[in-house]
Structures are given as structure tokens and as C-alpha cells.
């Protein structure tokens, strides 16, 4: 198994008699004895440049849930790190008579600089998200490298945080009795924080509120259609990778005794993003490899090249640049991405025995909604009518799909049937007329409401994450059927209703036939167990209607056969079953059903047999083919 973000979770290992550790769990215990020696028998300058590296792969680690996870480039890390920085340094330096009365008992105090530097971190870091997140594209980076400079600036031209000259004379660092004044004993600190905030992060990255951040990168919209408030994720990651920054600026403070604006410039959220991308983008350890590689490199580099270039000057930063593109050409992973994907290769794991359905313990089942009754109308469309400039691209459409019936809806390229869809899942919104789900209209909602209410769906084009295992892609299904948050999974406080949701993840793979591929990346699949896979996610949210795009499109014959299979157990137990399809066979011996359509409009409707002969269905339709 790899190590980092991508690594299976452990809630989904065996976990019968003797507990397993983790590939992450192995590294710490390997770590630990490591770290507790190394200052005793390091000189204290390697002791010194060890505790720059624990600071920097501390912002490194937020930056990689930000950026490598979550998909969102920031150049402003550093900045971050100077926000706190500096408000660690002026309550350390500022004397009591200064202060407003009340606050008075902040000055000096190493606690209050760090409360205040995080508290102002998290306010600041929460305005520029709530502008800056819903930015796309480039107009993310562009936002960060806006307000990275805007903040480098705001240190440097404040008169009482001592202008471009800083802030010098911080004491040395004395919490609860001891006193931090040794680089020796910084340097615990420091890498006990850090290693508390990797720790945090992979608990984080292996539960609910963590799949929801993994699943930025697969598209907003299949995400939202399972429920998953995509801002909120977005701003969480923010909200995390700024709250390491905070702390990395305290310790900073601390470390150096002296703050000037220099060490959080452009330039330096630039060095935090290379040392992301040379540790690995999503490697939770890849943090700490880039902050050594970027550190060490750097040194090396500052003391080689003069002497072979017999001239001084900063030769590191051009050979630098050229490494860093060799790096990324030669190692797109970066290092702990290269490292988890060799490893993975020398185990050589037979799938099949990796996966049995049976290696996940059992945890009580989620409790479920009241479900129609069967034969109860659970989605009517009345009059939709949706016009796009002058072209009425649906008109007039009415249909009622019950509980325990399969409904499709037939019709050439160009029919309107994806952009019905589309309004019946809230992605798009009729024109006139009116959409109703178990009685109530539901045009103008969101898809994430409707998540909520018991509509779920799969996608013409499948939508999942590659990378990440079958189990956690269908575990997105069930995000609004657990609560618990950031704080709970950082700290492991979520185990059980963890278990529930994967519980029920795998119930529903073992329900359609996918219980032998639990942990098998969900990129491995062939296109039409993917397909049965997205079904397996939609079914995970408890819904009582299936929506479903085009889902034999691509298959191959048996593929399709267990696809009627599974379509038709649904029925029988009472799902309310929608599916827009192409493919006539397919539609014919399954559905109750039929709907056809052509240039927006009905053209026949009834049970396959009668529609199988329609003359106006073969003209519009089987004419067009054969
Ligand atoms: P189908 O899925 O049956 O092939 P669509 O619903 O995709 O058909 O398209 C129906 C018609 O509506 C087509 O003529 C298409 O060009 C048009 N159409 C679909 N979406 C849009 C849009 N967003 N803007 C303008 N025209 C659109
Ligand atoms: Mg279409």
C-alpha cells in the first residue's frame, strides 16, 4: 500500500484479532526513535536547519491538502505565515503600557501571540476564501498571488510592526516553565507539531469531510448531485491549510526571534508551492520530503556554485528552476508520489484476495427514509416547456414515474432528452411548467437539496475518482447520511459512524455485483462496472428515484444483461426508476414504459410492445437507424 492520501483507509483494512498498521503508522513508528535522538547527536547548526525544515513542511502539509488534494493552487501561503508570524512577534515585543487596558495581560504572552495569530489567520483566511474560492481557473492562483502581495506590502509599511526593518528582540520562547531558547529543544516542539498535524491530516483526508475534498478534483457537479456542498469543502481545505500556516508563523517567531517582512514574499509562497510539487502533490509525507529536498537543495546549491563558478551571485535560483522542471518532467508524482507508486508495484497484491466482501467489520446499518408506497407517483413532470433563445428544446412534456416502475424516455440525437434530464435532477430549470417530487415542486432547486430529499442519480460520461478506491467513490453516495465534521476526524472521534458509511458503501457494491472489487482503484474498472459502480454510489444516498443517463451506453452484451438484472431487482423492491437511453434493445425488455421523443416533443408513449410498433416510433425513430 502506498503512503499518503491515496492509501486505502483503515477503517477499510482487515481488522480482525491483531490491529494493522498503516503504511503511515509504519513511517511515524520508524520516525519516532529517529527524531528523538537526532538532536542529541546533530551539531547544532544541522539541529537549527532541521527545525527550518519541520516549520516549512508544517505550511508545506496545508498547502498539499489545498493545492494537491484539493485542486486549488495558492501563492499565498506565505503570507499566511506572516499574518501569525508577526502577530506572535508583536505581542512578544509590545510592552503592556501600549496595549488597550483590557488587553494588557497579552503582552509578552507566547499563548496570547499564538491564540491571536491564528484567530487573525482564520478571520483573514475566511474573507479572502469567501471571495477568492469561487473564482475557477486561473483566476484562483491570480486571486492568491493578489492578496499574497497585498499582505507582504501591508507588513512591510505598518509603522508598529517596525516597517521593512521587522521586529527584533522576541525573547526566547518559555511555555508552562520550559524554556524553548536551544535550538535542541525547538526542535521538538516543532516536529511534534508537525507531526500532530500529519497526523491530523491523514484522519482528516480518511473520512467523511476528507472524500468530500478528494472529490473536488472529480467535478463539482457529481459531488453536489451526492450531496457534498462543494464551497464549504473548498473553504475547509482553506480554512486547514491556513490554520498550519498560522501555526508554522508562530513557530517561526519563536525559532528566529526576529520577523521582517523578506521570508513571507511571493517569492516565498512560490518555494512553498515547489516544495508541494517536489514532495508529491497529495502525499500527506510528501510535505516533509519537499521542505528537506527544497532546503537541503537549496544549501547545497548556495555553497557549490560560487565555488565552481569561482564568482558569487544567486546561481541557486536559475539551477534550481532547471531541476525543478527536470523534477517534474522525469517525477510528475514528485518523490513520495514515486516512492508509493514502486512500492505498490514490488507488492504485487492479487486483486481478487486483496478484496474479499467480507474484510470490512460490520457496523449497524444507517437508518433509512420512509419510502413510497409502491405504484405512488415519485416524479411528475407537467408541461416542461425549455426554450433556449428560439429554440424550444423540450415542449410540453408529461409524464408521472412511480415507485416500483421503470419509465425511459427514447428518442434520436438531438430529441431533448439530456436537457430533460437535466431539469428533472435541478441542474437546469424549465421555462414553463412544472417538475414535482413526491408531490412537491422542486424547479428551482439545487441538486444538493434534492440529494437530500432522496433523488439520486448517475452520469452520461462517469463521473468518479480514479485514483481512489471503489469503496470510498461509493461512500461519497452517503455523505448526507453522516454529520460529523472536521474537528471529529481529525482527531479519530468519527470511527463509528465512519464505519457505518463504508458499511454501507459495501452493502450497496455487494448489491450490484461489485463486492469483489472494494478496494481495487476505481480507475482499474472496465467502463462497465464503472457505470455499476456509479449506480452503486447513487443507491448509497438512500434514494426512492433513480435517475440514470444513457447507463448502457458502452456496454458490452453480458454487461448489459446484469445492468437489466440489477435495474430490475431495484423495481421489484420498489425504486422509482428514470433512465434516458439510446440503445432500443436495451430499453425494450426491461422497461414498463416508454417515452418518445423527437425535436423536443412526445411523439408515442406506452408499454415497449405497443411502442414497438408505432409507426410514427419507427419513422422518427428505428427509420432514422436502419
Ligand atoms: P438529446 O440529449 O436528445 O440528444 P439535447 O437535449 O442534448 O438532445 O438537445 C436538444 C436540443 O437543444 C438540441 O438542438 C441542442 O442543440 C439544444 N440545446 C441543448 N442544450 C442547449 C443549450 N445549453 N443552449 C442552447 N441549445 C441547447
Ligand atoms: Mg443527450
Known amino acids: 500500500m502506498k503512503p499518503g492520501v491515496l492509501s486505502k483507509s483503515p477503517a477499510a483494512r482487515p481488522a480482525p484479532s491483531m490491529p494493522r498498521l498503516s503504511p503511515s503508522g509504519w513511517i511515524l513508528l520508524a520516525l519516532l526513535p529517529v527524531l528523538a535522538v537526532a538532536p542529541l547527536l546533530l551539531p547544532t547548526y544541522q539541529v537549527t536547519l532541521a527545525n527550518n525544515i519541520g516549520i516549512f513542511a508544517l505550511a508545506t502539509l496545508g498547502l498539499v491538502l489545498l493545492t494537491g488534494v484539493a485542486g486549488m493552487t495558492s501563492f499565498g501561503q506565505a503570507a499566511f505565515i506572516g499574518v501569525s508570524a508577526y502577530a506572535a512577534a508583536y505581542l512578544a515585543t509590545v510592552s503592556a503600557a501600549d496595549l488597550p487596558g483590557p488587553l494588557a495581560w497579552m503582552a509578552g504572552s507566547p499563548l496570547a501571540g499564538l491564540a491571536v495569530g491564528l484567530v487573525l489567520t482564520l478571520v483573514i483566511a475566511t474573507v479572502l476564501g469567501a471571495v477568492t474560492l469561487r473564482l475557477s481557473g486561473h483566476y484562483l492562483p491570480l486571486g492568491t498571488i493578489a492578496w499574497g502581495l497585498s499582505l507582504f506590502y501591508l507588513f512591510g509599511n505598518l509603522e508598529f510592526l517596525g516597517g521593512h526593518t521587522g521586529l527584533s528582540g522576541i525573547p526566547a520562547l518559555n511555555l508552562f516553565g520550559i524554556a524553548f531558547d536551544k535550538a535542541e529543544a525547538l ?34 457537479r457529481m459531488s453536489e448531485s451526492m450531496g457534498v456542498d462543494s464551497f464549504r469543502a473548498k473553504m475547509t481545505a482553506f480554512l486547514v491549510a491556513a490554520l498550519y500556516a498560522g501555526l508554522a508563523g508562530w513557530l517561526y517567531a519563536y525559532t528566529q526571534r526576529f520577523v521582517s517582512p523578506a521570508p513571507f514574499s511571493l517569492q516565498a509562497g512560490i518555494d512553498f508551492l515547489f516544495m508541494a510539487l517536489i514532495g508529491g502533490v497529495g502525499q500527506v509525507w510528501g510535505a516533509v520530503i519537499g521542505a528537506a529536498g527544497v532546503t537541503f537543495a537549496k544549501q547545497w546549491l548556495q555553497d557549490l556554485l560560487p565555488h565552481l563558478l569561482g564568482r ?116 437546469d430549470h424549465p421555462t414553463s411548467g412544472e417538475i414535482l417530487f413526491r408531490g412537491e415542486r422542486i424547479d428551482g432547486r439545487t441538486a444538493r437539496a434534492m440529494a437530500g430529499a432522496g433523488l439520486s442519480r448517475s452520469f452520461q460520461h ?33 470511527r463509528a459512524e465512519e464505519a457505518q458509511l463504508l458499511a454501507e458503501a459495501r452493502r450497496q457494491l455487494v448489491r450490484v455485483g461489485l463486492g469483489q472489487h472494494l478496494h481495487a482503484e476505481a480507475g482499474s474498472l472496465a467502463l462497465g462496472q464503472q457505470r455499476i459502480l456509479e449506480i452503486a454510489r447513487a443507491l448509497c444516498a438512500d434514494p426512492c428515484l433513480l435517475l440514470l443517463d444513457e447507463p448502457a451506453a458502452g456496454l458490452r452484451f453480458l454487461e448489459k444483461q446484469a445492468l437489466a438484472e440489477l435495474l430490475g431487482k431495484l423495481r421489484s ?36 410492445e405497443t411502442i414497438q410498433t408505432n409507426p410514427a416510433v419507427l419513422e422518427a425513430y428505428l427509420g432514422g437507424i436502419e
Open 187 to 220: 526542535f521538538y516542539l516543532i516536529w511534534a507539531v508537525l507531526l500532530l498535524a500529519v497526523v491530523a491530516t491523514l484522519n482528516l483526508l480518511d473520512s467523511r469531510v476528507g472524500r468530500a475534498i478528494r472529490a473536488l478534483r472529480g467535478g463539482q
Open 312 to 427: 558569487t551571485g544567486n546561481f541557486e535560483a536559475i539551477v534550481f528552476g532547471l531541476l525543478i522542471v527536470l523534477l517534474m518532467q522525469r517525477l510528475p508524482g514528485g518523490i513520495a508520489g514515486w516512492i508509493a507508486k514502486t512500492s505498490e508495484r514490488r507488492r504485487h497484491r492479487p486483486a481478487a484476495l486483496e478484496s474479499a466482501a467480507s474484510d470490512l467489520p460490520d457496523a449497524a446499518p444507517l437508518p433509512r427514509r420512509a419510502m413510497p408506497q409502491k405504484g405512488e407517483a415519485v416524479l411528475e413532470a407537467k408541461g416542461v416547456t425549455r426554450r433556449f433563445g428560439g429554440l424550444v428544446a423540450n415542449r410540453d412534456i408529461s409524464f408521472t414515474v412511480r415507485a416500483g416502475e421503470i419509465l425511459a424516455v427514447i428518442g434520436p440525437n438531438g430529441a431533448g432528452k439530456s436537457t430533460l434530464f437535466n431539469q428533472l435532477s435541478c441542474v
Open 462 to 494: 462517469v463521473k468518479l475518482l480514479p485514483t481512489m478506491s471503489v469503496l470510498e467513490n461509493v461512500a461519497i453516495g452517503a455523505h448526507l447520511r453522516g454529520s460529523k465534521g472536521v474537528a471529529a476526524a481529525a482527531l479519530r472521534l468519527d
Open 573 to 608: 423492491e420498489g425504486m422509482a426508476i428514470l433512465l434516458v437511453e439510446h440503445d432500443m434493445d436495451f430499453v425494450m425488455g426491461l422497461v414498463d414504459r416508454v417515452y418518445v421523443m423527437e425535436f423536443g416533443e412526445r411523439i408515442a408513449e406506452g408499454p415497449p
